[in-house]
């Protein structure tokens, strides 16, 4: 299957500073590419997603960029809050279905 | 809005035990999905279907069996129980519009563990 790469692995920032981490993939049939949030104890929660005929997407704190020919996405998070702590994970698709190949995600610590 | 509801929340078992994990959907979606969550590995596909009476297997379906006979049901079943099936069960759920996209709705998932 796609293999999909997120780095780092842990990310810890002090309040009010940025966040980015940042997914490879090799698939260039590649179509979809979002970004689930999972706090403790709970299931992904879509935040942000982009897909192929777009090169950036912003929500508030939170943008998106993908770049199709290095074949690499990256989630930005911005003046970060406590409530931003949590695991981040990166996913795409290749085919109508939809199915998610994720990446391993990303724990990120927001010390105020 | 219920959404996504998955039951048990919290389960353990014995090894060679059949255990089934049920997934309710409130919407009507099309597609649903079944993944497993464990340390390292992200989230890994078990098996997806498109359709009532349509499904096919994921990246690891070794040791599961699913059947979709109404649109809102997908229950996940370990046939034998073994101990690297412990992990957190995930189902998911994925409305075919050209409107919503691709949009993944998960529930709460299912802990499982077996002893």
């Known amino acids: 299957g796609e293999n999909v790469e997120q780095h780092p692995s842990t990310l810890s920032v002090q309040e009010g500073d940025s966040a980015v981490i940042k997914c490879t993939y090799s698939?260039?049939?590649?179509?979809?590419f979002p970004w689930y949030k999972q706090e403790l104890g709970k299931g992904p929660q879509l935040i942000i997603d982009?897909?192929?005929?777009?090169g950036e997407k912003k929500d508030q704190r939170i943008a998106v960029t993908l770049n199709k020919t290095a074949k690499h996405f990256s989630l930005h998070i911005t003046e970060t809050q406590p409530e931003d702590s949590a695991v981040y994970f990166c996913?795409?698709?290749?085919?109508?279905?939809?199915?998610?190949?994720f990446g391993a995600g990303t724990q990120v610590v927001v010390t105020p | 809005d219920a959404g996504i509801t998955q039951s048990p929340r919290y389960k353990i078992t014995e090894t060679g035990r059949q255990v089934t994990l049920m997934c309710h959907q409130t919407?009507?979606?099309?597609?649903m999905f079944w993944y497993r969550q464990d340390l390292g590995h992200g989230l890994r596909l078990i098996y997806y279907?498109?359709?009532?009476?349509?499904?096919d297997k994921g990246e690891v379906p070794d040791g599961y069996v699913v059947s979709r006979s109404k649109t809102e049901n997908f229950p996940l079943t370990l046939e034998s129980a073994t101990r690297s099936q412990t992990s957190v069960y995930f189902c998911?759920?994925?409305?075919?519009?050209?409107?919503?996209?691709?949009?993944?709705?998960f529930g709460e998932g299912s802990w499982l563990t077996v002893v």
């Open positions: 698939d260039s049939a590649s179509n979809y």
């Open positions: 996913a795409l698709t290749t085919d109508s279905w939809g199915k998610l190949q």
């Open positions: 982009i897909r192929s005929n777009v």
């Open positions: 279907s498109a359709a009532a009476d349509i499904t």
């Open positions: 919407w009507s979606h099309s597609y």
């Open positions: 998911a759920s994925r409305e075919d519009s050209e409107y919503s996209g691709n949009t993944i709705y």
